[in-house]
């Protein structure tokens, strides 16, 4: 089994049966969704999308909530030309999830909200 460490904020497993498991990782934040979360999962679902040996693709959140969205604290720091960038950021890797090209399932438990919800419903199927 492989595991990687992406700087806490997700973790990423891919057993040999070609199931990408992604953990989202902030359960003190009920991980909510940063920039720099973003950015990850957008070069993880890069990857996952090139990848022949990944058939499929599990999402998740650790802790009490599946994901709480955005990550407010962070965009109550920015401007509003830098808020629509982050949200359109968002949006945009929530897209590709959509068009993976591969199953994906969003394991949905405690909060989906916001941003949060809009990554589960990205996903082929969502289960909660």
């Known amino acids: ?3 990687q460490d992406v700087d806490q904020l997700m973790i990423i497993t891919q057993p040999e049966s070609g199931i990408l498991q992604i953990h989202l990782n902030q359960p003190d934040h009920l991980n909510a969704l940063s920039y720099a979360a973003l ?17 499929a693709v599990l ?14 604290k962070e965009l109550a720091q920015l401007n509003a030309e830098q808020g629509l960038a ?3 950021f968002g949006q945009s890797v929530f897209r590709q999830l959509e068009l993976l090209g ?11 909200l916001g941003g ?5 419903m990205s996903a082929t199927i969502r289960i909660a």
Not at 42 to 51: E, H, M, P, V
Not at 116 to 120: K, S, T
Request: hydrophobic share 50%; with cysteine; proline share 2%.
């Open 39 to 55: 950015e990850q999962l957008s070069l993880i679902l890069k990857d996952a999308k090139n990848n022949r040996a990944i058939r």
């Open 116 to 120: 949060g919800l809009e990554l589960a």
């Open 1 to 3: 089994m492989m595991q």
């Open 86 to 88: 982050f949200a359109r």
């Open 102 to 112: 591969k199953p994906s399932l969003a394991a949905i438990h405690g909060f989906a």
């Open 59 to 72: 999402l998740t959140g650790a802790g009490k909530g599946f994901c709480a969205g955005a990550d407010i």
